[in-house]
T-cell receptor, first 110, second 116 residues
Framework: KQEVTQIPAALSVPEGENLVLNCSFT??????LQWFRQDPGKGLTSLLL?????REQTSGRLNASLDKSSGRSTLYIAASQPGDSATYLC?????????FGKGTMLLVSP | DTGVSQNPRHKITKRGQNVTFRCDPI?????LYWYRQTLGQGPEFLTY????????KSRLLSDRFSAERPKGSFSTLEIQRTEQGDSAMYLC??????????????FGEGSRLTVL
């Protein structure tokens, strides 16, 4: 059974810092990995999708990497802003479903 | 708005009542998923459809739960004889599966269920 772990569970940083969120998964037989953002009481917003054949994806200030063989992914956020405050979820797709981690709750203070 | 739409957004019900949630996916998407999320946890997979066919169901989906996707368009998730443990956010997502690439999932805003 696929298990996804996200570290840290919570993170508080001052505005402007660069930061890294970590995701690890136990079964490397994945089709893709997605990073999502979730604001309190809301649905999930897709940030980045990395296919299993890719190593990284970039969107604006976000960069996600994937090392499938070691079962790890990182989400790098450059020059963090208060508007980045949210929970960030990592999910890996197996044969038919996405398995999610519990998320990292990020607070960026002005 | 062409995103995934879920209704109702909030539902408060008494234990033992039946509830139904509706999901309208992005129109050209062939896959539709239902997830459940409780506070402080990541979403947990319930079931998914490829067009109108329900291809997989989680063990979380007890006999009280039923999902349909008639004609491969919108989907409904019904919970019969609700229990307090059913209180959660029910999330719907859709994707366009185009092998060999797997599609990006787009989620709706969710339907929050509170069972009193």
């Amino acid at each position: 059974k696929q298990e996804v772990t996200q570290i840290p569970a919570a993170l508080s940083v001052p505005e402007g810092e660069n930061l890294v969120l970590n995701c690890s998964f136990t079964d490397s037989a994945i089709y893709n990995l997605q990073w999502f953002r979730q604001d309190p009481g809301k649905g999930l917003t897709s940030l980045l999708l990395i296919q299993s054949s890719q190593r990284e994806q970039t969107s604006g200030r976000l960069n996600a990497s994937l090392d499938k063989s070691s079962g790890r992914s990182t989400l790098y956020i450059a020059a963090s802003q208060p508007g980045d405050s949210a929970t960030y979820l990592c999910a890996v797709e197996g044969y038919s479903t996405l398995t999610f981690g519990k998320g990292t709750m990020l607070l960026v203070s002005p | 708005d062409t995103g995934v739409s879920q209704n109702p957004r909030h539902k408060i019900t008494k234990r033992g009542q039946n509830v139904t949630f509706r999901c309208d996916p992005i129109s050209e998407h062939n896959r539709l998923y239902w997830y459940r999320q409780t506070l402080g946890q990541g979403p947990e997979f319930l079931t998914y459809f490829q067009n109108e066919a329900q291809l997989e169901k989680s063990r979380l989906l007890s006999d009280r739960f039923s999902a349909e996707r008639p004609k491969g368009s919108f989907s409904t998730l019904e919970i019969q004889r609700t229990e307090q443990g059913d209180s959660a956010m029910y999330l719907c997502a859709s994707s366009l599966d185009a092998p060999p690439l797997t599609g990006e999932l787009f989620f709706g805003e969710g339907s929050r269920l509170t069972v009193l």
